[in-house]
C-alpha cells in the first residue's frame, strides 16, 4: 500500500487563527514562529524529508500573504512545497479535501502544523503497511486522556473520550500526536467546500463501515507548542538538548554579547545588541537583532526578532516580540 519513495506526499494543516498565542499570532502565522531561532514549520519539513516526502502542500487562512512569505524565507529540506488558501476554514479534513487532486495517487502523510516531534515517520509507514490499514493515527501513551483506545494488535475500535469504568484494561488510552497516515478512499467521506474535521466525521465513519483504523504509540519526544507556556517549553527543550534529535539554528554564540553574563543554555541569534550589566540565561533564546538594555536580565525566555528588551527589565518565562510580550 505504500508508494516509492519518489512518489509519497504530505499535507501540513496550517490554516489555524492561532488564537492562544494572540496577539503575537495577530503579526506572525503560528507555524511560521520560531522554535529556537527556526521556524515551526522548518522541522515538520525536515521530519517529512526524512522519511522520503519529496512534495507537501500547506494549507493557509489567516494572514496568507505573510504565510507565503514566511514559507518562501525557510529551508524547506528539499521539498517541491504548494500552498492551498482557504478563503474560509475548512477544518482538518474539509482543507484536506481540496488537496485531494494531489493527494489521491496512494498512501499519504496528514500532519498539524503546530507540534514539534522527533519521530522515524519511516517506522510509521511500514507499520501502517503492515497493518493493512485506512488510517494510523500516530499516538502518544496517556493513561489519564482516555482519547483513543488501542487493542493489543494495534487496531482502534472504537474512541473511548472520556474514558469509561468499564474500558477493558488490556485496551490503551492514548492521546493523539496531530500525525495521520492515510489511504485515498477516505476522500469519499469528506463533502467538499464544507467544514469538516478528521477526527469527529470521518474516523468514526470508518469504523462503523469496519475499516481498520490503527494507532502507532510513539513513545518519544512530542510538545505542542500552539500556547505560550506550550511554545516556551518546545524553545527550552529543543535549546537544551531535550527534544531528541531535534537542534536548534545555529547562532552567533554568547561570546558575541561582550559585558554580559551568560549562564547556558543560550542561543543568540545574529546582529544582538547588548548594553553593560546584562544577564542572560538560563534556557533563553535571542532572536537576530534583537536589542538588550543595560541592566536587564532575561531567565527561561524567548526574546524575537528585532525586539526591544528595556534597560533593567526582569523577565522570566516571557516571549518578547517587538509589538509585545506574552507570558506563560
Not at 45 to 57: D, T, Y
Not at 98 to 104: H, K, M, T, V
Not at 167 to 194: A, K
Not at 308 to 326: C, K, N, S, T
Request: hydrophobic share 40%; aromatic share 6%.
Amino acid at each position: 500500500m505504500t508508494q516509492d519513495v519518489p512518489s509519497l506526499r504530505a499535507m501540513v494543516l496550517a490554516a489555524g487563527l492561532g488564537t492562544r498565542m494572540r496577539p503575537l499570532t495577530n503579526l506572525i502565522p503560528k507555524p511560521l514562529l520560531p522554535i529556537a531561532n527556526r521556524p515551526l514549520l522548518e522541522y515538520t519539513f525536515a521530519l517529512l524529508a526524512g522519511a522520503g516526502v519529496r512534495e507537501a502542500v500547506v494549507n493557509c487562512h489567516h494572514l496568507p500573504e505573510a504565510f507565503e512569505k514566511g514559507l518562501r524565507r525557510l529551508d524547506p529540506s528539499g521539498l517541491a512545497l504548494h500552498v492551498s488558501r482557504e478563503q474560509r476554514i475548512l477544518g482538518t479534513a474539509g482543507g484536506l479535501k481540496r488537496a485531494e487532486s494531489f493527494l489521491s495517487g496512494g498512501t499519504f502523510l496528514l500532519l498539524n502544523g503546530d507540534f514539534l516531534v522527533d519521530i522515524d515517520l519511516r517506522r510509521v509507514l511500514e507499520f501502517h503497511t503492515q497493518q493493512k490499514a485506512t488510517a494510523t493515527m500516530v499516538l502518544l501513551p496517556d493513561p489519564t486522556s482516555g482519547v483513543l483506545g488501542v487493542d493489543p494488535d494495534g487496531a482502534i475500535r472504537r474512541f473511548i473520550a472520556p474514558r469509561p469504568a468499564d474500558e477493558p484494561t488490556g485496551r490503551l488510552s492514548c492521546g493523539f500526536t496531530g500525525i495521520h497516515v492515510l489511504e485515498p478512499e477516505v476522500f469519499r467521506l469528506i463533502p467538499p467546500n464544507r467544514p469538516w474535521e478528521i477526527n469527529l466525521q470521518v474516523y468514526p465513519v470508518l469504523l462503523a463501515r469496519g475499516r481498520r483504523v490503527c494507532g502507532f504509540v510513539h513513545r518519544g519526544y512530542w510538545r505542542e507548542g500552539g500556547s505560550p507556556a506550550g511554545y516556551l517549553a518546545a524553545n527550552r527543550e529543543v535549546l537544551a538538548g531535550r527534544a531528541g534529535s531535534l537542534t536548534p539554528r545555529p547562532g552567533a554564540g554568547a561570546a558575541t554579547l561582550a559585558g554580559s553574563a551568560c549562564t547556558p543554555p543560550v542561543l543568540v541569534g545574529p546582529g544582538v545588541l547588548a548594553g553593560p550589566g546584562v544577564e542572560i540565561g538560563p534556557e533563553t533564546v535571542i532572536g537576530p537583532e534583537a536589542r538588550i538594555g543595560a541592566g536587564a536580565r532575561i531567565r527561561r525566555s524567548v526574546i524575537l526578532e528585532g525586539a526591544d528588551v528595556p534597560e533593567g527589565a526582569d523577565l522570566d518565562g516571557a516571549v518578547l516580540f517587538p509589538e509585545g510580550r506574552l507570558d506563560a
